[in-house]
């Protein structure tokens, strides 16, 4: 595969002057270690010489596409990428130099990770748990204080003391989530064949935000129910294994209140005016710093129906157009909405 990427003005080598060059990528092999290692590099083609000399890359780009083959080698042995480590650091708002240091290794040990080294097993290892266990980051700052200015470790000491708080938060509100299924636990037509799956809530909330402007919270509980009937109603399990019930203002999952709590989207509390009073609203919008998990393709088919759907619908249309479906107009308050009602669906 060899794709154009954009045609830019610069010197050209072959030519000796500056002209419109085309910037091309291309899938090659290169080596890695000893290794055979695909990856997909970037160069500039002139078509103006007359020679079979018409290809280069500048020594920024062939630094990009060494980074590039030295990620897809860790890919294959399933070591952190350096784009995976960086963000590993910024989670602590760290330098190059001070993660280095936390991590009681050399001051350009992580500038190399993130440029030119591929690092061992063992520093790989330790980074992962870094990431995944805030407590830890804290204790390796502290077993290697000495490293630091004071200040500037109590810097590091509160950045990564938010993040332990910030992770407890959510933990217990997943807890909460956890509790309120309970009743649910199994596979049963009630969360549609599938347990409640936190993951694939947190890829579908921000993907959603992602895509929907002016999207608020009574809205946005709309929209899951749409999907994950719609997806029931073509796959016979929903997506999220969420659980719904018939409430006045339309159908809504349980734990809506903890749902809209996940750390993918980020909630905006406003104050409008409704009927001479002001009243709370959560505008919802997606947290581009947390990563979510990949959705399926025929995951998105049915999301993207969905969003193309409500898009212009403001929170009054999209609550009297559910309030006319046969699953809530055949449900009292309150009442479990069963994945059967699925097939009634007017999308």
Excluded at 88 to 113: D, M, N, W
Excluded at 129 to 138: G, H, M, P, R, S
Excluded at 194 to 212: F, G, H, P, W
């Amino acid at each position: 595969m060899d794709v154009l990427i954009e045609k830019v003005k610069i010197d050209c080598p072959f030519c000796n002057k500056e002209h419109i060059l085309e910037k091309r990528k291309r899938d090659t092999v290169g080596i890695v270690k000893g290794e055979q290692i695909n990856f997909e590099e970037e160069y500039f083609l002139c078509n103006i010489t007359e020679t079979d000399e018409n290809e280069f890359v500048t020594a920024k780009m062939m630094d990009e596409n060494l980074l590039k083959a030295r990620d897809e080698y860790r890919k294959k042995h399933d070591l952190l990428t350096s784009t995976q480590i960086k963000e590993i650091r910024e989670k602590y708002k760290l330098t190059q130099a001070e993660f280095s240091f936390l991590l009681g290794v050399g001051e350009v040990t992580i500038t190399r990770y993130e440029s030119k080294s591929i690092q061992e097993e063992a520093y790989d290892k330790l980074m992962r748990l870094i990431d995944k266990d805030a407590l830890l980051a804290l204790d390796y700052l502290e077993r290697n204080k000495s490293k630091f200015k004071d200040v500037k470790f109590r810097k590091i000491e509160n950045n990564i003391k938010e993040v332990i708080n910030k992770d407890t938060y959510n933990y217990l509100n997943i807890q909460e989530i956890y509790t309120k299924y309970i009743e649910y636990e199994g596979k049963s037509i009630c969360n549609g064949f599938k347990e409640i799956d936190i993951d694939k809530i947190e890829s579908v909330l921000k993907y959603v935000a992602q895509r929907m402007n002016n999207l608020y919270k009574v809205k946005l509980m709309k929209i899951l129910w749409y999907i994950d009937f719609i997806y029931y109603k073509n796959h016979k399990k929903s997506m999220m294994g969420l659980v719904y019930s018939h409430q006045r203002m339309g159908v809504l999952p349980i734990g809506f209140d903890e749902i809209i709590k996940l750390p993918s989207i980020i909630i905006d509390e406003q104050m409008k005016e409704y009927d001479g009073e002001y009243k709370s609203c959560y505008h919802i919008l997606p947290n581009e710093q947390y990563k979510t998990k990949k959705l399926l393709k025929e995951e998105l088919i049915i999301i993207d129906k969905v969003l193309n759907k409500f898009a212009t619908y403001n929170t009054d249309e999209i609550v009297n157009y559910m309030h006319k479906e046969k699953a809530y107009q055949d449900t009292k308050q309150n009442d479990i909405i069963k994945y059967d009602l699925a097939e009634y669906i007017s999308l």
